[in-house]
């Protein structure tokens, strides 16, 4: 363990991969906050998003929040590919390899197993890719992860999701700074047709149609996608952003190797409580992902869908500004810890 800035760094070392390929010095940077009861049972654990850091989303860990840290130890580590952690941007590994979920879960494993002692997560809470990995979590360590709850993910990246992504790509890798598989300068053109590209799926119809981006003090249409997408991902590294959409679409917790791509099996493995909440206008995760899923969760302690109400797409699952699917959530989250 390591200690940089305001996280720490877990050094896996030479870990082998899904892919066969092993990576090289791996390491995974985390955040911890509240305290480990003497019982070790207090965890939970709360991966990140899409080109997320853990100063992204720790606006959720707060007391008497969602994720309350004077009740439980959270840890956040950060996924690869976001920069703390081993990315393009920070790694001499070239190429990158092809990490997947099921390497990021198997080293934040390792880290709770190996610097904690902790055998039982109280909780594994994810939105979008966060909720991807909880899904992996559920799946393929079934005796260590107590509940799960999934906002805005499911168990495998769907053909339409996909599709989203590849459009995102395309976007991105039109800059003329991608050449032979990288990129070899920062890419603003590129970065600004992805956030243009982004601002069309990650929000509703209904989001536009009613104007609501007013609510949130933008003067016209126009005002709103400049000052809140054209730069969205200017802050990240491009080659980091490939290797994290790399990763969105590899996700299926039925590639974990004990399942062998059979999703019925894989569904069926889990054993912890589960709450599903996608986003009613959710176009990245559809809701009927979740139906298909929530049918085939059979040895689950509880299973249920609660889709958020609202009309703000894939964002109602991170609510750091909307005070109503904030409560939706801490409601439902706070009747799943008491469960």
Known sequence: MATSGDYQVFHAGDALLQSGVVFPSLRLAYKTYGTLNARKD???????SFSAQHTDTEWLVQRGGILDPE??????PNLF????????????????PAISYHDAVAIQRRLLVEQFGISTIA????????????YHWAACHPDMVERAAIVCGSARCSPYNHVFLEGVKAALTADPAFRDGRFVARPAAGLRAMGRVYAGWAMSHAYYRDEVWRDFGFSSLEDYLTRSWDEAFSRRDANDLLAQIGIWQRGDISQCPEFGGDMVRALAAIKARVLLMPGQTDRYFDVSDNEEEISRLVNAKSAELRPIPSIHGHRAGNPVNNPADRAFITAEISALLQS
Do not use: C, D, H, K
């Not at 939105?127 to 909880?134: K, Y």
């Open 81 to 96: 590919g976001n920069g703390l952690s081993s990315s393009p941007s920070n790694s001499e590994a070239t190429p990158f």
């Open 42 to 48: 207090n965890v939970i654990v709360y991966p990140t």
């Open 123 to 134: 909780l594994v809470y994810g939105w979008s890719m966060g909720g991807m990995q909880a």
């Open 71 to 76: 009740r439980f130890f959270i840890v956040i």
